[in-house]
């Protein structure tokens, strides 16, 4: 289980990273080849936004794995002692 979280955050930090990255090009953006006319403006590229929904997937993803992981009793919850 300790492995899947590990893999499951590297995707989520590379997702977000890839995001950061599609973001700072900001040149990216190409005309519609489907339209003939070249004066109108250029459409974004979605690059970005689905580096992002993959981030938002990968962590919701994440955040049922553990909860269903929990019912199934697969992990225990761990913490400090309660003092008394």
Known sequence: MK????????????????????????????????????????????RMARALAWRVGLSVLLFVIVLVSYFLGWIQPTGLPVAH
């Open 3 to 46: 492995y899947l979280v590990i893999v499951a955050f590297a995707g989520i930090i590379g997702s977000l990273g890839a995001a950061l990255v599609f973001m700072m090009r900001g040149g990216s953006a190409q005309p519609d080849p489907q339209e003939g006319d070249s004066s109108a403006p250029p459409r974004p590229n979605g």
